[in-house]
C-alpha cells in the first residue's frame, strides 16, 4: 500500500545573508557573504517511522527541498543532498557546490532532512520524551527515508522516473551518501562524500588523530600560540581550585555564567576544546558563517592574540579571551561568551548527542604532548555509564563497522571521497583510492568540506581542481547511466556530458 503522503510548498530564498550569534541573527558587514540566494520549494512526504518492522504503521512528515530552475524536465540528473545533523535549510545555505553546477548538469536539486531534526520530528515534541520515541533515530532508518524519497519523486514527478541521481553530503551527511550508495545502489547511481570520517570509529582510527591534526594547524599559524593554549589548561587548573582563582577565570575569560566549582572549570576546558576543534573545520580561505560569522583563517586571525612569548598567567587568560572575541563575537554584538555553545544553533547537540550514545561512537583523546590539548583518555566504560544516565541506552562501539563494513567496502562502486587536509575529521577518512571507483581526492589547503561550499574568489587552487575532478567523474557516471537505460535525456542538444 501506498503510504499517504502531504505536500506543502513554500516559496524560500536560501541565501547567506545572516549569521547565527547566541540565538539571534545577526547582519555583519564584515563578514564576506554570498552573493546569491537560493530559490527552493519546501515539502513534507510521509514515511514509515519504522522501516524494518510492521507492527508499528507510524508515519511523520519528512521536509525536503527542491530546485527545478535548471532540471532538465526530460529526465535530467537529480543531485540528492543526504542531511545531516541539524536544519535541512541551513545545509542547503551551505552546500553552494550543488547549485553552482546544477545549470551546468540541468540537475534538479533535492536537500533531505534528516529524522528527528530540524522539522522532521517522527512524534512531534515528543519525539525526544524518551527511549521508545527515540528508539528509531538511527542511521539506518534516515538511509532508508533518503531512498524511499527518491523512490517517490522519480515515480511522481513528471520527466523524473529515468533520472540519474546522485547523492551528495558532507561530513555526517558525507557518511550518509557513501552508505546510501553502498546500501540503496539501485537508488544512487554515484556519490559524492565529502570530509566523511566513516573511518572515525572503535577499531579503526586511533582515538588521538583528531587533536594532531588540530594542533598542527594551529602551530602552522604560530607556534607560539600552540604553545600558549597548551599551557594554559595548567594555569586554568590552579585558577580553579580557589573561589577567587574561579572569580578571575570568570572575568578575564569574559563568561556569562560564574564558575562555582572545580567541575565547572573542567566544563570550561572542554568548551574551549571543542572551539578549537571548530576553528580547524573552519578554516577557510576567506570571511564565512558556516559555524560563526569568522574572517578569513580564522585560526591566523585568533592566534595573533595568543602568541605572546611566555606570558603571565593573568594575561594568558586575557590573551585567551581576546582570541575567543574573534570567534564568538566577530559581529561585535555579544556582551559575554556562552560557554554551553560552541557553535551554530542550527546543529543539534541534543540529537548528536543521542546518536553518539548508540550508533556514533567515534573515540577521542588527547595526551597533551603530542597535541596541544589538555589530557583525555578514551574510557568506553566511562562513556557508557553517562549515555545510560543521560538517555538510559547503551552504545554499542562496533555496529557501525558491522553495519557498513568498516574498511572492507572494496565490493561498493561510484563513490568520491573528499577530503581536506587542515580538516580534523580527515583523520577518520578515505585518504587513499580503493579501486577505480572508490576514488580518494585529496585536498591540501581544505577544511571541513570546502569543495562543498560555494565557488569564492579566495578558493585555493586545490579545491578548485578538486570540484573540477569531482565534476568530470560524476558526468562519467552521468553518461554512462543514460546510455545503459537508453534515455532521451542523452539526445538532448544541450546535454554536455
Not at 206 to 211: A, K, R
Not at 360 to 373: E, I, L, R
Not at 407 to 414: C, F, G, L, T, V
Amino acid at each position: 500500500m501506498e503510504i499517504p503522503f502531504r505536500i506543502f510548498l513554500v516559496f524560500t530564498l536560501c541565501g547567506g545573508a545572516s549569521a547565527v550569534l547566541f540565538g539571534h541573527r545577526a547582519h555583519n558587514p564584515g563578514v564576506e557573504e554570498q552573493s546569491k540566494s537560493y530559490e527552493y520549494n519546501t515539502s513534507y512526504y510521509n514515511v514509515l517511522v519504522d522501516h524494518f518492522g510492521f507492527a508499528n504503521s507510524d508515519t511523520y512528515a519528512m521536509r525536503y527541498l527542491t530546485s527545478v530552475t535548471h532540471w532538465d524536465h526530460n529526465g535530467g540528473p537529480i543531485f540528492f543532498y543526504t542531511g545531516n545533523e541539524g536544519d535541512i535549510a541551513w545545509f542547503c545555505n551551505n552546500t553552494g557546490f550543488m547549485w553552482d553546477i546544477a545549470p551546468e548538469f540541468q540537475a534538479m536539486l533535492v536537500f533531505a532532512e534528516h529524522r528527528y531534526y530540524g522539522e522532521s520530528l517522527p512524534y512531534g515534541t515528543d519525539s525526544y520524551k524518551d527511549k521508545q520515541h527515540l528508539d528509531f533515530f538511527t542511521a539506518e532508518q534516515a538511509l532508508a527515508d533518503f531512498a524511499d524519497l527518491i523512490r517517490y519523486i522519480k515515480s511522481t514527478v513528471p520527466g523524473a522516473s529515468n533520472s540519474a541521481v546522485i547523492a551528495f553530503g558532507g561530513s555526517y551527511g558525507g557518511m550518509l551518501a557513501a552508505w546510501l550508495r553502498m546500501k540503496y545502489p539501485s537508488s544512487v547511481i554515484g556519490s559524492l562524500a565529502a570530509s566523511a570520517p566513516i573511518w572515525q570509529f572503535t577499531g579503526l582510527t586511533g582515538c588521538e588523530t583528531q587533536v594532531q591534526i588540530v594542533t598542527k594547524d594551529f602551530r602552522k599559524a604560530s607556534p607560539a600560540c600552540a604553545k600558549n593554549i597548551r599551557r594554559s589548561w595548567d594555569v586554568m587548573t590552579k585558577f580553579g581550585k580557589t573561589a577567587s582563582g574561579r572569580q578571575t577565570l570568570f572575568t578575564n575569560l569574559r563568561l556569562c555564567d560564574p564558575l562555582k566549582t572545580s567541575s565547572d572549570v573542567e566544563g570550561i576546558k572542554s568548551w574551549l576544546s571543542e572551539v578549537y576543534d571548530n576553528l580547524a573545520m573552519v578554516d577557510y580561505p576567506y570571511a564565512a558563517s558556516f559555524l560563526e560569522p569568522l574572517p578569513a583563517y580564522p585560526i591566523k586571525v585568533v592566534c595573533s592574540y595568543i602568541n605572546k612569548t611566555e606570558p603571565s598567567d593573568d594575561q594568558l587568560l586575557l590573551d585567551l579571551a581576546n582570541g575567543l572575541n574573534v570567534y564568538f563575537n566577530y559581529t561585535g554584538s555579544a556582551k559575554c561568551f556562552n560557554a554551553s555553545q560552541a557553535a551554530t544553533g542550527d546543529l543539534s547537540d541534543e540529537g548528536w548527542g543521542y546518536q553518539s550514545c548508540t550508533e556514533m561512537v567515534m573515540p577521542y583523546c588527547s595526551d597533551g604532548v603530542q597535541d596541544m590539548f589538555p589530557v583525555v583518555k578514551w574510557d568506553e566504560a566511562k562513556e557508557a555509564a553517562q549515555c545510560q544516565k543521560t538517555w538510559q541506552v547503551t552504545p554499542r562501539p562496533q555496529w557501525i563497522n558491522l553495519q557498513f563494513g568498516g574498511k572492507d567496502i572494496q565490493a561498493a562502486s561510484n563513490i568520491i571521497f573528499s577530503n581536506g587536509q587542515l580538516d580534523p575529521w580527515s583523520a577518520g577518512g578515505v585518504l587513499e583510492s580503493l579501486s577505480d571507483t572508490l576514488i580518494a581526492i585529496i585536498i591540501p589547503e581544505g577544511a571541513h568540506h570546502l569543495d562543498l561550499r560555494a565557488k569564492n574568489y579566495d578558493d585555493p587552487p586545490s579545491v578548485t581542481k578538486a570540484r573540477e575532478t569531482e565534476k568530470t567523474i560524476m558526468r562519467q557516471w552521468i553518461k554512462s547511466y543514460y546510455i545503459d537505460n537508453k534515455t532521451n535525456f542523452m539526445n538532448n542538444k544541450n546535454v554536455k556530458l
